[in-house]
Each structure stands twice: as structure tokens, then as C-alpha cells.
């Protein structure tokens, strides 16, 4: 009796481990297997690389192992200091000094920056966005790049790949943080062809650094804007600018002075004069041809002018308010009209409506963009900002003189404005802000934020 008593005791107890081990085993065996082998997110930012463009690779069969990407809404102007700052900002980033390299300080009242800093990585990589990468190109490299386009483009961004590999592949941070801005570089001079070829090639170059992971890898890529890429002419700011009595100068010295930096060949114009200049400017930049509309900011409200009317912009607290004066600028009262009781009965509207309705519009997110983009963004605001219409240009006549435009971005509509994003885990939303982008991919926390904090820079200027 007893030997059976121990036999079933035996059973019991040797039954209850079994029970026990087999339901425990594999959650502790996944929890020991997640801890013990460590996954890394390698991120890519592609400057100027168009959520259009990337469509368009897919559809031939690249970018196989990411989620659809999703439409990334640069700033206004959709530009790249401006709009990674924004992007980064979660990350350690600080306000750029201006919209471009080459910008007007408006404390020492004068220009700085320009081509010779692209060859100075104290100047063009320090202490600003750029730090937080774990691979950026060094400034003579990326200065090099333009030395006989579209040849030394290609060539420039040939050696980035490679560069990007070997800084991938020796990194031992659970995240990898790497930017080429090639990207921007070919399709301003080289055009889609070349810009496609080199996705192509970056496609593989991320399908190896996966391969060769010892250990499971999560893709990340994103872009700051896009880029428009079709025929372009010079528009004519300045002529009308001079007969309205004004005058063009590097520094504001009286009341006709006025500040237009001319660095790279963009679909946005930036001006700088006295404050009591702002509406006398709009009035006569805001029939031009070429000219899709003018913005400016006083008081903390923004003013909108074009051939179609004028119209201001307010915001309080999470609303924005956009009130015709005249006609209808920005050809959002049809919009409005079907607000479906959404609009407050003094006119503010949601911020998150206004963004539902218009960011798949012809001027993505609209009311936002140009609220924020006329009061803050840099920290050397313009007076005027002017927003071209597709296929004008302004900038710099000295690079007329090397390359024919084949591309570009800063203005506000789809095509310069979308970037994209997408990865390899997840589907991210159909429409993103840049300054919702960091959050949406996961808030990774980068090696260098913490230098570029502690060295108290976020910004040069």
C-alpha cells in the first residue's frame, strides 16, 4: 500500500513538473532568447528624396522588405536645415540659424556661411543637426560633391554607399543613425535617372548590412522633402523689387535695404528689410509671375497675399483660424464650407481637421506650415517669404553658370514637400508631419544627442 501510496506520490508530483516546466519553458526560453540576442535599427535619412520617387522604385521591385511609405510633410519652406532641425528636434537638435547654409543673421546684420563652410567641418558639421549622425559625408566631401556635376555628383555619392556599409557594419550601437545628402545633390544636377540609380544601389548596399547582421536588424528610412523634377525658370524678384525704389544690399542700412540670400537654386525666396517694409514688399512681390504667394508675420499674425486675395492666418492654443480679406488666396473656403459644424462659430478650426482635410491637398497642411513657417522655424526669420509656383526658381546665378536645374524643392506644394518614411516592421501612417516624425518612428535614442546636448549646441549660428 505504502509502495503504491509512493507511486502515484511519484506520479503526481513527476506529472505537476512536466505540467509546469512545459507551460513556463517557452516564455522563459523567449524572454532569456530576447535578452540574450539584441536586435539594431539602422536609420537612413536621404535628403531630398520624394515619396513619389520611392513609389516609383518600388513599383520596379526595390525597397521589397519595407511597409509602404508613408507621405513625409516637410516644413515651409520645405528645406533641409529647416525641416531635419524640425525632424531632430526630440533628438538633441536646436533651431538652424537659417533657412539655408548661406543665411542673413539678423542680430549682427550680416551674411554668413556659404561655399568655403561646406569645406570646414567646424562650420558645416558642428554644432549643428548634422552632429547627431553616426555617418554624415565630411564637409569637403560634400563640398567636393558640386566641383564638376552632375560627373563628381555621382561619383560623390558612389563613395557614400560605401562609407555608409563600412561605418554600419563596425558599429556596435544598438542604433546606427547614417544621412546621405547625394540624394539631393543628384537630383538637383543629375535628374531622376541618375537619383534612381543610386536608390538602387543604396537598396542593395541596406539588403547586404542585413544579411551580414549577426544579429536581427529593424530598417528605418526617411527623407526631410521631396524634390520636383521638370523644367525650371528663373523668376524675376528683384527688377520689380528696385523700381518700387528698394535696393539689394548684404547688410540692412536704411529703410530701402533689402536682404535676399542667394545660395542654392530653390522653389522659395527669403527677404530682409524693416519691419515697416513687410506689407509694401508682399504688395508689390505678390502679382509677379512666378509667384504663388506671398507671407509675412506682425503681431503674431500672419498675412497671405497672391493674385487671388489676401487673407490672414491666427492660431490659438491647437486652433487656427484662416480669414479671407479679400478673395480667397489659398483656396480653402470650399473647404470650410464643408466643415460639418467642426468650425467654431468665430472661425477657428481644429488643428487636427485642418490637417485631415488638407494633407493630401495641392499645398499639403497649408495652414499649419505657413503659421509656422512665417513665426518661427529659424532663428533668423525673414520678413517676406515668397512661395514659388511650380517650375520657378530662385538662387544663386553663380551655379546657373555650371549646371542646368533639374530639379528642385522649398516651396509648398506636393512634390517638393512630400518626403517619405517607411520600415521594415511596421506600416506608418499615410501622411506625416516632420514634426511628428521622431515620435512615430519610436523616439530612438541616438549615441550623439547626449553630446550635442551636453555640449550646449543645437544650433549653428
Known sequence: MKRTFRFYGCWLLTTLVVLLTSTLMPSTM??????????????ICVDGVGVSTINKMRAEGHFKMFHSPSHMISTFPSLTNAALSKILEPAGAGMTGGYEDNFFDTESNRMRGGILD???????????????????????????????PPLSTYLESLSDLIR????????QQPVFFAYTGATDSLAHVGGEPLLRNFLSRL???????VRDSKTPVTVTMFSDHGNDFRKYRRVGLKEPLREAGFKFENKISDDKSVVLPQFGLVGSGVLFTRDKNEERLANVLATLEGV?????????????ANRLGEATIEKRGDEYRYLPTKGDPL???SIMHNANGRKG???????????EWTSASARPDVVSRIFEGATRGVLNRANVIVNLEDGYYTGSSFLDVFTILQATHGNIGQEQSYGFAMSTVAELPAYIRAGDLWKTLGSAQLERSVKLRSNGNGSHH
Open 345 to 355: 462659430g468665430d472661425g477657428f478650426i481644429k488643428d487636427e481637421d485642418w490637417f
Open 331 to 333: 483656396e480653402l473656403l
Open 118 to 148: 561646406r569645406f570646414r567641418s567646424d562650420h558645416f558639421i558642428r554644432g549643428t543637426f548634422r552632429e547627431l549622425f553616426d555617418y554624415h559625408p565630411s564637409a569637403i566631401k560634400s563640398g567636393l560633391g558640386y566641383a564638376t
Open 292 to 304: 504663388d504667394f506671398v507671407t509675412y508675420e506682425r503681431r503674431g499674425i500672419v498675412y497671405v
Open 164 to 171: 555608409l556599409r563600412q561605418k554600419a557594419r563596425s558599429s
Open 30 to 43: 523567449l524572454s532569456q532568447t530576447a535578452s540574450t540576442i539584441p536586435s539594431r535599427h539602422v536609420i
Open 203 to 209: 537598396d542593395d548596399t541596406l539588403a547586404d548590412i
